[in-house]
């Protein structure tokens, strides 16, 4: 029987978030809706990779995704090349404080074997 599972991490507000593992997992999104933003600026996402988890080599991730009010990036673990954490940077020029955002890591890479007699 596969088992599903998924973990949330919180995006830690502005501008830069925990640097997750992607060890055990092959997909990482990143998601932020803003409200009372203008259009012209709206909400942006950008991915980042690093080495380790204190963003050891930090560099972007693919290009920056922005959105009036909502935008969301992702990534596969082999996206990563050598690098082995990912975080999102997430901004909102207009009003910082109105912005929900959160991470989802998916797909595990193992999964629980059977167990008992």
């Known amino acids: 029987m596969k088992t599903m599972n998924k973990l949330a991490e919180v995006v830690e507000g502005y501008p830069v978030t925990t640097w997750v ?10 998601l932020a809706r803003a409200g009372d933003v203008s259009p012209r600026n709206g909400v942006t996402v950008q991915l ?4 380790d988890s204190s963003g050891t080599g930090a560099t972007n991730l693919g290009s920056a995704v922005t959105g ?7 990534c596969r673990a082999e996206d990563l090349g050598d ?7 997430v901004t909102d020029e207009d009003s910082p404080n109105t912005v ?5 890591l998916s797909d595990p890479r193992y999964q629980q074997g059977p167990t008992g007699p």
């Open 21 to 30: 593992a992607l060890t055990n997992y092959q997909q990482y999104t990143a």
């Open 48 to 51: 980042r990779k690093a080495t």
């Open 68 to 74: 009036d009010n909502f935008a969301n990036a992702s």
């Open 83 to 89: 690098y082995t954490h990912v975080s999102a940077v």
């Open 100 to 104: 929900t955002s959160f991470a989802v």
